[in-house]
């Protein structure tokens, strides 16, 4: 038996991740996000999104490097 979580009625994650060109970053986030509430787990998923967030910001920053200048100045 799957999870109640693992519902697709409504379309599958992976297909929208592909649709959308998401890379793992992405999909990752948005599947936390999409499922933390069914779960009954939400501010586990909440953190778990935000250090996956974390991971993406640090190692991509080299792709964005103008992005992220502009952030740290506002912060």
Request: hydrophobic share 30%; charged share 35%; with cysteine.
């Amino acid at each position: 038996m799957k999870p109640s979580h693992y519902n697709n009625t409504n379309g599958s994650l992976y297909k929208f991740a592909e649709d959308n060109n998401l890379n793992s970053y992405e999909f990752e986030v948005i599947k936390r996000i999409v499922r933390c509430r069914k779960k009954g787990e939400w501010i586990t998923d909440i953190e778990k999104t935000i250090e996956v967030l974390e991971i993406y910001k640090k190692e991509q920053s080299h792709n964005y490097k103008n992005q992220v200048e502009i952030l740290n100045k506002k912060l």
